[in-house]
Every structure is written in C-alpha cells, then in structure tokens.
C-alpha cells in the first residue's frame, strides 16, 4: 500500500505497480500498473537583468515555470508566436529550454530594434484527464516590457566658418536618439 501525502505533490506523479504473489509461485502472479498524475495549475515568473535595451544589442530575458505536466510554454508578441518546448526561432528572435533547468526558457532577441520593443508575454499551459475522460487545464501568464533605447547622436554645426568679428552666425545643434535626450 502507498499512502500519498498530504496534500499529495506533483513529485509522487508517475506509473504505479502492484503485483500479488501467491507463495512466490510465478503462475499464480498477478501485476497491474496505473498512471497516477497529481496536477498542480501553473505559474509564471519572467525576469531580465535588463529593461531599456540598446539598438543592435542582444536582448536576454527567462520565462520560469511551475506546474504539472506542462505542455506548453509560448513566448508572444504582437504577432511572434514562439513554442519554447519546440525550441523555435523567428527572425531575430529564439525561445528554448534551459539545458541546466527544465523549468526554464531563455529568450534572446539579436540586434536589438525599435520594432522589437514592446510587451513580451510568457504563457504556460498544463492539460491533464480525469479518469472519466474529460481534459482539465489551466494557463498561467507573465509578462516582461522592453524599451528601445538608440544612443544618442550630437551634431554642432555652423554657417561661418571662420566667421569675422562682427558678423552674425547661426550655430545648430541637432541631437537624435530614443527616447529624445
């Protein structure tokens, strides 16, 4: 007999066997096994060590989850749609697990841009069946805003150069960047 704890944990889930044995007589054996999952909703931690990201930088930012079984993690944007179970790549931008952590997804996004910018939303979903068939799941979200930032550019320029004392010179100053210094 096995006594699950109380509460029980998704950590006891797994294929369970109990075999009689009739004085140790290998005809009279009888064996039967069943799944047991002990589901447990998800939740979502997104974290990047870096908010505001440079242009043409490479943005790097982890999806944590938590609950079981999980069967999908997405990573969205706009709409970027990644599966990170799947490891997929979009353009510039890739989502796969974390070799070290199985609860982990690493996100990058390669030279960083201003369409790049925006809310990245992670979604987990587990799925499990109740004895009489019926699908359970629940989903969990987080999400991570990243700001574009270009650096910025000072340009002085003037009309006269050299300019004799007395005339009028009109300087300009043109300064770019994101957000606007």
Do not use: H
Request: charged share 15%.
């Amino acid at each position: 007999a096995y006594t699950f704890q109380s509460p029980p944990s998704s950590t006891e889930s797994g294929v369970y066997q109990c075999i009689m044995r009739n004085n140790g007589v290998a005809k009279f054996m009888k064996q039967k096994t069943t799944n047991v999952v002990i589901a447990t909703d998800p939740s979502v931690m997104v974290a990047s060590s870096a908010t505001s990201i440079y242009d043409g930088t490479t943005a790097e930012f982890t999806c944590t989850v938590t609950g079981y079984p999980v069967t999908s993690v997405t990573v969205s944007k706009d709409s970027l749609i990644l599966d990170c179970l799947a490891g997929t790549t979009s353009g510039d931008t890739t989502c796969s697990q974390n070799p070290n952590s199985s609860s982990e997804f690493v996100i990058k996004v390669e030279t960083f841009s201003a369409d790049e910018a925006g809310t990245y939303m992670c979604t987990a979903t587990t799925k499990w069946y109740e004895t009489n068939g019926t699908e359970m799941g629940s989903t969990a979200e987080g999400s991570l805003d990243l700001d574009y930032v270009k650096a910025s550019t000072t340009n002085l320029t003037f009309d006269k150069n050299p300019a004799e004392v007395g005339e009028t010179v009109t300087l300009t100053c043109r300064v770019e960047g994101s957000p606007m210094p």
